[in-house]
């Protein structure tokens, strides 16, 4: 897969009828490795090895419903008190990050209230912290530690 700007992770990944899998630590499970994975899997190692995030309080691609429709948001980080505290949306690396990415993750924002944003293409984060009582956002210059 291809070199992410991010440190390096060891992961296990297994060949099966030609497709690759690799283990997902927070789902227990493994799964198809598609470049998006490759992002998601990376970013969630980073978060946890060097922003010392628990796995514990992380759910992959658990589903929210808004108005009556369904949405799978890519990771959401809990606090310790079981209130939502980081969202992060993940491309693949070929994936320009666009308005459009930030606005997928604001959508699920409206129902989750997270005080911090992410999205990333592996090549590329952008991490934002929400300010609730301003109406505003700001960008931040790293992924905030937990």
């Not at 899998?21 to 998601?40: F, G, K, Q, S």
């Not at 491309?91 to 308005?99: E, F, L, N």
Request: proline residues 4%; hydrophobic residues 40%; positive net charge.
């Amino acid at each position: 897969m291809q070199q992410l700007n991010l440190p390096n992770y060891d992961f296990r990944i297994i060949a099966e009828k030609g497709k690759n899998y690799i283990l997902d630590r927070i789902r227990r499970r493994y799964v198809l490795l598609t470049p998006e994975e490759w992002v998601r899997q990376n970013f969630i190692e980073y978060l946890i090895k060097e922003k010392n995030y628990p796995e514990s309080l992380m759910a992959v691609e658990k589903q929210i419903s808004m108005n009556g429709k369904l949405f799978r948001f890519d990771l959401l980080v809990y606090q310790r008190t079981g209130q939502p505290f980081l969202v992060a949306e993940f491309k693949a690396p070929v994936v320009k990050i666009s308005q459009e990415a930030f606005d997928q993750v604001v959508r699920y924002n409206m129902t989750l209230k997270v005080e911090r944003v992410v999205v990333s293409n592996g090549l590329q984060h952008f991490a934002c912290e929400i300010d609730y009582e301003n109406n505003d956002y700001r960008f931040l210059k790293e992924v905030p530690h937990f």
